[in-house]
């Protein structure tokens, strides 16, 4: 299973972004999808989650307000709209895919079976 995010890219600070995860593989709506971001020296963090029937769910409360996940099923690409930027967002964000049993888990702790390559956002002050 492969998973690609792109859309990555260097922002002004207070500036937006929309980030997109594809896969040639499989049918996203029917997988769990996760986006993840991990920081120079900082472990990597769960921001957002999307489960097959369209449920959000807000793992990290830094990003609440700023950014949001959607999805179009036509376009089998899942969206990470960040927005009002700060030069703390600055990492390489994943996307990841997970059955669990059409859910999203309850923390951003939890390992995705699927993950595919980052994409950089850098944010400058």
């Known amino acids: 299973v492969q998973l690609q995010a792109s859309g990555g890219g260097l922002v002004q600070a207070g500036g937006s972004l929309r980030l997109s995860c594809t896969s040639p593989?499989?049918?996203?709506?029917?997988?769990?999808i996760g986006w993840y971001r991990q920081a120079p020296g900082k472990e990597r963090e769960g921001l957002w989650c999307?489960?097959?029937?369209?449920?959000?769910?807000l793992w990290t409360a830094s990003v609440q307000g700023r950014f949001t996940v959607s999805r179009d099923s036509v376009k089998n690409t899942v969206y990470l709209e960040m927005n009002t930027v700060e030069p703390t967002d600055t990492a390489v964000y994943y996307c990841?895919?997970?059955?669990?049993?059409?859910?999203?888990?309850?923390?951003?702790?939890?390992?995705?079976?699927?993950w595919g390559k980052g994409t950089l956002v850098t944010v400058s002050s």
């Open positions: 990841a895919a997970d059955r669990y049993g059409g859910k999203c888990p309850d923390s951003g702790n939890y390992v995705m079976d699927y």
């Open positions: 999307i489960d097959s029937p369209g449920n959000r769910r």
């Open positions: 593989g499989i049918t996203l709506e029917h997988y769990s």
